[in-house]
């Protein structure tokens, strides 16, 4: 089964979700029927796919787009980061929830 196929959307200040499967067009028209926040924010994982997506979201000027600490982690080097930029951050921070 293909998970990178299952497109889903959670609109927490409306309380809803929306999902797909194989069409991210649906997903991409379905949230911006929606009221949607100001602004909106994005919560990705790094992957190409995810931000092309987001990308069609709202307009740029409404969009705040968010890598999740654990792929920003994981992609520091792609910026030119380095491990002793992760000592910036609190270690609170840093703690994965169980």
């Known amino acids: 089964m293909c998970m990178a196929c299952y497109k889903a959307i959670s609109l927490h200040h409306l309380g809803i979700l929306g999902t797909s499967f194989q069409n991210n067009q649906i ?24 931000w092309n997506i987001i990308d ?4 740029d000027a409404q969009r705040r787009e968010i890598q999740d600490l ?22 609170s921070t840093m703690e994965r929830s169980s």
């Open 70 to 91: 654990f792929h920003l982690i994981e992609n520091l080097h792609k910026v030119g980061g380095s491990q002793k930029r992760l000592k910036l951050f609190p270690e």
């Open 27 to 50: 997903v991409i028209d379905w949230v911006n029927d929606q009221p949607l926040a100001s602004p909106l924010t994005c919560i990705g994982d790094g992957h190409d796919g995810i």
């Open 56 to 59: 069609q979201l709202a307009s």
